[in-house]
């Protein structure tokens, strides 16, 4: 679920021991409590580096923020929602076997990472108390079921049209999640939006909840060189725009070589809540805190954890979750560290408390920009 192995954190990255006194990352420090690690065997390895891990994701942003004295600009909104699902995640943890004590550890710390910041006595409990903005952008993203009675909260760039393929298998508009023709991603689905109040309440109460999650880095990357590499009608739409405010000379462009450090500069420039979807914080499209999801899957888990999510709402045997295409090309590792270390220190330091909420709630290391980590 972490794009790098938890025993490699980042060289360079240098953190202080706890957040700022009383704030909310300190807060969730504080519930993370040592009992789980205590429960692993032949591990006593990971100890220090889990340790420092949940240190790096409960303070780093807030840390972050300090230093470039922004922490009043942020726009992204706080947290909201209780801790009635999480006891759910956990035992979902605990039931992909005692083989995979790792990602049982990040589980573990991701949980109480998100109750300690959901769980603040001032957040929502629900959909009803967010904005009717917020609340019309999650429900818009997502799915129903209502044969096997579950809810998706779909993220585009984290295997949305994959998921969308098997939605429509199991409703019988699609053969198979094999067929190759381009997804049409709005007939044949039913959204949450669609529904009367009472429906939505009903649905929410009672139905198996799950999302997936991405590095936010990586998934900014996969969107900038799918969009803008790819896809004319976002070349033209924003593409162009992009190259106008930020290029000094930008006649001739057709939108198609927006630079990384260009589409950085204009993210920075909008409004979280109002950001196109392949780019808007993960936070903001499914609201983690106010729907009480039962189950959090990740990009770099995805086999695994759709398999479980087919078998937890009972998914007949021939569904299952497609296999990675053999022109995608992913994400690697060598090409996001590229793009970043290429991109103004500044501008990525300026861009991290955009999506601090999808790096802590999520449990992903902030990426490393130190001069010493980019020049190897």
């Known amino acids: 679920m972490f794009p790098r192995p938890l025993n490699e954190l980042p060289e360079g990255f240098h953190m202080a021991s706890e957040g700022p006194p009383g704030g909310v990352h300190s807060q969730a420090l504080r519930r993370i409590s040592p009992h789980p690690l205590s429960r692993v065997r032949g591990h006593s390895n990971l100890l220090p580096t889990m340790l420092m891990f949940g240190v790096i994701v409960a303070s780093s942003g807030l840390l972050l923020m300090i230093e470039k004295g922004i922490l009043a ?115 044949d689905l039913v959204f949450l939006s669609e529904l009367s109040v009472e429906q939505i309440k009903h649905r929410l109460k009672h139905y198996f909840k799950f999302i997936f999650v991405r590095d936010p880095m990586e998934r900014l990357l996969s969107a900038y060189r799918n969009k803008f590499g790819e896809i004319k009608e976002y070349q033209q739409k924003y593409g162009m725009e992009i190259v106008r405010r930020y290029r000094q000379h930008s006649a001739g462009s057709a939108g198609d070589d927006v630079t990384f450090s260009e589409f950085v500069h204009y993210l920075l420039d909008e409004d979280t809540e109002h950001m196109n979807e392949h ?76 999506y601090i909420l999808d790096f802590s709630l999520f449990a992903y290391a902030l990426p490393n920009i130190t001069s010493e980590y980019c020049r190897q």
């Open 73 to 187: 600009d942020v726009k992204t909104p706080p947290p909201r929602g209780d801790l009635a699902w999480r006891t759910h995640g956990s035992r979902a943890s605990r039931e992909f076997g005692d083989g995979d004590v790792d990602h049982q550890i990040l589980q573990d710390i991701r949980n109480r990472t998100m109750s300690g910041i959901c769980g603040q006595k001032d957040m929502p409990h629900s959909v009803w108390q967010l904005s009717a903005a917020q609340r019309r952008t999650v429900l818009k993203h997502i799915l129903v079921n209502d044969e096997y009675k579950f809810l998706y909260c779909y993220v585009p760039k984290v295997a949305c049209s994959n998921w969308k393929r098997v939605l429509k298998v199991l409703d019988g508009s699609l053969e198979s999640v094999d067929v190759k023709s381009k997804m049409d991603h709005k007939n």
């Open 279 to 354: 780019w808007m914080p993960i936070y903001n499209l499914c609201q983690p805190c106010a729907v009480h999801y039962d189950f959090l899957g990740s990009y770099e888990r995805l086999q695994e954890d759709a398999h479980y999510v087919l078998e937890r709402i009972g998914a007949p045997s021939y569904v299952q979750f497609p296999e990675r295409q053999a022109w995608y090309k992913p994400v690697t590792k060598d090409t996001l560290n590229y793009f970043i270390c290429n991109t103004p220190r500044g501008l990525i330091k300026e861009l991290l408390p955009k």
